[in-house]
């Protein structure tokens, strides 16, 4: 249980540092064109996104494979459980309105 409880705090740790270099992530989130879902990556929530809303999801996803993938190596995890987990600590904090996409379909946190 403290290995996983950890590995929690790495997985956020590392994946709120892919969204600290991009510093327009938490803008797209707060005008409601960025998202996160519940596998642990974000998306556009419009599918008319521009090309710089896509650039900027298309960035910040890659930076969190990499992290999910680097602790997964290192523990011996598959990938998509330590990126489920990181999306379960991305969510709780997540404030209230913020967009989640949740089995394809797009709603405001409450």
Do not use: C, H
């Amino acid at each position: 249980m403290r290995r996983l409880a950890r590995l929690a705090a790495l997985v956020v740790v590392l994946a709120w540092a892919g969204v600290a270099a991009a510093l327009d992530l938490d803008a797209a989130k707060a005008q409601g064109l960025v998202g996160e879902r519940t596998d642990g990556y974000v998306a556009a929530v419009s599918s008319s996104a521009g090309a710089d809303v896509r650039a900027l999801v298309a960035n910040v996803n890659a930076k969190r494979k990499a992290a999910y993938q680097d602790i997964a190596e290192r523990n011996g995890t598959p990938v998509d459980e330590v990126a489920k987990l990181a999306a379960q600590k991305l969510l709780e904090r997540a404030p209230a309105g913020a967009w989640i996409e949740s089995d394809g379909r797009w709603y405001q946190k409450k």
